[in-house]
């Protein structure tokens, strides 16, 4: 005769201490990988900033933005995409949708919905003049690839913020992460500041822009990173302070920093071996 057994104490005790133990080595390995790309070479700022770029950007000259000599690490619409993502996630953050879960209105999702098609149109088309005689609607400029690349890296930041919020927190705010047209024209005029000082190319801007274009990469790798981190340990909406959101971002961190290395890899292998331009 086969007795009912309850659960154990020690066992429940003995498995609390191994997850905490697994925490701390994904937590330690994590920061050895953060740290490992941060204190290798290349040692500038400059050469870092490049090197993400070159993951994730063709950066092809003529089609980026330079100052004070140097090229922008990312191309003008790629810097356009990461620097309106970043500007996305850091208004909403100043108006306090820390936890907010939801979509946009359905008008503001069809707006944003908008800003991405443009980009694509403007990306078709510039792709196009590649081919020699290959007809196109109209000549491509990068101030034209700055522009619809930070209207979509808005729209994607209004589209990935609220997905990380409803994958990390417990108790939620059902706040849309764009309100309405007011929040959506003050996203479009912070981006609007970025496409001006970019296309300026002021030389004191050189810094600034590299890093927080770079910023913008390893923020959306990281967002969705973490996303899929916290969907594999089935541990979605369960955090309740930000110190439990502090392992699952971190290792999204460090997963964009491998990925970055993975593909800087695989590109400098294609290149060598086919003899591609980028």
């Not at 994590?30 to 050469?47: A, E, Y």
């Not at 479009?188 to 913008?216: D, N, R």
Request: net charge positive; with cysteine.
């Amino acid at each position: 005769m086969k007795v009912a057994m309850g659960h154990s104490p020690i066992r429940d005790q003995a498995r609390v201490i191994a997850r905490g133990r697994l925490a701390w080595l994904f937590l330690i390995v994590s920061l050895l990988i953060i740290g490992t790309f941060l204190l290798s070479p290349p040692w500038t700022v400059l050469g870092k900033t490049r090197l993400v770029g070159y993951a994730i950007c063709h950066q092809i000259p003529e089609r980026s933005f330079h100052m004070a000599g140097h090229q922008l690490p990312l191309c003008a619409r790629c810097t356009g995409i990461y620097m309106g993502a970043l500007a996305g996630f850091v208004l909403m953050m100043l108006w306090g949708r820390q936890r907010s879960v939801s979509l946009p209105p359905v008008s503001i999702t069809l707006a944003l919905i908008g800003f991405i098609v443009m980009m694509g149109v403007d990306g078709v088309n510039s792709y196009l003049t590649f081919f020699p005689n290959m007809p196109h609607l109209y000549e491509p400029q990068n101030w034209l690839r700055l522009t619809t690349g930070t209207l979509e890296g808005l729209a994607l930041s209004a589209f990935v913020y609220p997905v990380l919020n409803y994958s990390l927190w417990r108790d939620v705010d059902e706040t849309p992460s764009v309100r309405n047209f007011k929040e959506l024209a003050l996203l479009v005029l912070a981006g609007g500041v970025i496409i001006v000082l970019t296309w300026l190319e002021l030389p004191f801007l050189l810094y600034p822009l590299a890093v927080l274009s770079t910023l913008g990469v390893l923020i959306m790798l990281g967002s969705v990173n973490t996303i899929i981190v916290v969907a594999l340990t089935r541990r979605e909406g369960m955090a309740l302070t930000w110190q439990q959101v502090a392992l699952p971002a971190t290792i999204g961190l460090a997963l964009a920093f491998l990925e970055i290395g993975g593909m800087n890899v695989v590109r400098a292998m294609v290149t060598r071996a086919l003899g591609l331009p980028f």
